[in-house]
């Protein structure tokens, strides 16, 4: 059965957006081929995806999970029914307000590969319920000081394992097994 991970580019202080959204902080670092095989690895595991919606509960051009570069399927979190979409290869399926029958949905077609959870509200809802076995956490050296935090308002504690650390040039990343 798949492994269910949260997958982030973080800042040092734990956000993985401005307050607006903006990502535009993850390119404006030098970047070495080392934090590339390590992130290349990573997708390279990856089967399905499990996300939010947008706004308008559905999916626009240019929102495309991993920049396109993932051809999985991907199962968005709404609050209203949406009928699945195909576009540039992916199937985009709309689960209604069921995070757990979304991170099974995407474990039963990710196979034996990895389930990415995709955002904070995702990732700590997941983790609430117990459906996460691993974090994957790219870390950015730098401090945003404010903005959409990965998992501020979890509201329990967590234990970890850490499976694996590594750093080079522009990333550490750190790899961990949620305890049972």
């Known amino acids: 059965m798949a492994t269910v991970i949260v997958h982030a580019t973080v800042t040092l202080d734990g956000f993985l957006a401005t307050p607006d959204g903006g990502v535009d902080w993850m390119f404006d670092f030098p970047s070495a081929p080392e934090d590339e095989d390590v992130v290349d690895r990573v997708c390279a595991q990856i089967g399905a995806v499990v996300g939010g919606a947008n706004k308008t509960q559905t999916i626009e051009e240019g929102e495309i999970p991993y920049g396109g570069m993932l051809k999985v399927p991907v199962f968005l979190m709404t609050h209203t029914p949406h009928d699945p979409i195909e576009r ?27 389930v990415s959870l995709l955002g904070g509200s995702i990732s700590r809802q997941s983790l609430r319920l117990g459906l996460v076995d691993e974090l994957h956490l790219d870390v950015v050296p730098v401090l945003l000081g404010d903005g959409i935090p990965l998992f501020a308002g979890l509201g329990q504690r967590v234990d970890l394992e850490r499976l694996e650390t590594s750093a080079f040039a522009s990333e550490t990343h750190l790899r961990f097994r949620v305890a049972a």
């Open 88 to 114: 540039d290869g992916i199937t985009y399926t709309f689960v209604v307000d069921d995070i757990a029958q979304a991170v099974h949905e995407a474990r039963r077609a990710a196979g034996s590969k990895w």
